[in-house]
């Protein structure tokens, strides 16, 4: 079985920063793509970013220049630094990955539980 646990969210002011973690953990030969959505009040989920094993990235324009995202493979682990928040990003973080399960040939799509950022204007 793969778990993705996210961590890092909380309650900032418009301008400040967060940094949210997922560290993917269980029986794993490798994980392919890996990303960040959102989903906020009433809305449906979003890509924020996503990253490829070979750390090509990909991002919504609304975060462009204001958020990166990374991996760190040995740990199995993505991460989004976000700066210069707005009350717009409000919404609940869902960590994605493509995880080859140990003894598997093709990848499956695991999700996080979620993680919440609210940002106060």
């Known amino acids: 079985q793969v778990q993705l646990v996210e961590s890092g969210g909380g309650l900032v002011q418009a301008g400040e920063s967060l940094r949210l973690s997922c560290a993917a953990s269980g029986s794993i030969s490798g994980i392919n793509d890996m990303g960040w959505y959102r989903q906020a009040p009433g809305k449906q989920r979003e890509l924020v970013a996503t990253?490829?094993?070979?750390?090509?990235?990909n991002y919504a324009n609304s975060v462009k220049g204001r958020f990166t995202i990374s991996r760190e493979n040995a740990k199995n682990t993505v991460y989004l630094q976000m700066n210069s928040l707005e009350p717009e990003d409000t919404a609940v973080y869902y960590c994605n990955a493509n995880v080859v399960v140990t003894g598997k040939l093709f990848g499956l799509e695991v999700w996080g539980q979620g993680t919440l950022v609210t940002v106060t204007s």
């Open positions: 990253i490829t094993n070979i750390r090509r990235t």
